[in-house]
Nanobody, 126 residues
């Protein structure tokens, strides 16, 4: 079955930027709807941004609009999330998720996604 591995998290200063990666194996990411989620301590998991297999992208979280970009590198078979102007409230565990073959559109409903990575922690602090 597909295997997703996130990386790129760590400690970042407020105002900084980062690029999270989600490397996939046993699946071609660009053929599926994929989404980045995050979960802050004590909060529910929220969708950040989604990309369909046709390349359509959606930013769900109002708090990251204008600061986040989702992309897929087909050569590397890797999903990326680039974020800038990081804020303390961006501190969370970040997860990539892949939908099933029949999920042709973006959705922020976590239950629609079949495969998940283990997460990578981002801490925004000075």
């Amino acid at each position: 079955q597909p295997h997703l591995v996130e990386s790129g998290g760590g400690l970042v200063q407020p105002g900084g930027s980062l690029r999270l990666s989600c490397a996939a194996s046993k699946v071609t990411l660009e053929d599926y709807t994929v989404t980045w989620f995050r979960q802050a301590p004590g909060q529910e998991r929220e969708a950040i941004s989604c990309r369909t297999r046709t390349g359509h992208t959606v930013i769900y979280a109002d708090s990251v609009k204008g600061r986040a970009t989702i992309s897929v590198d087909s050569t590397e078979n890797t999903l990326y999330l680039e974020m800038n102007s990081l804020k303390r409230e961006d501190t969370a565990d970040y997860y990539c998720a892949q939908g099933p073959k029949g999920l042709l559109w973006c959705t922020d409903d976590a239950s629609e996604y079949t495969y998940w990575g283990q997460g990578t922690r981002v801490t925004v602090s000075s």
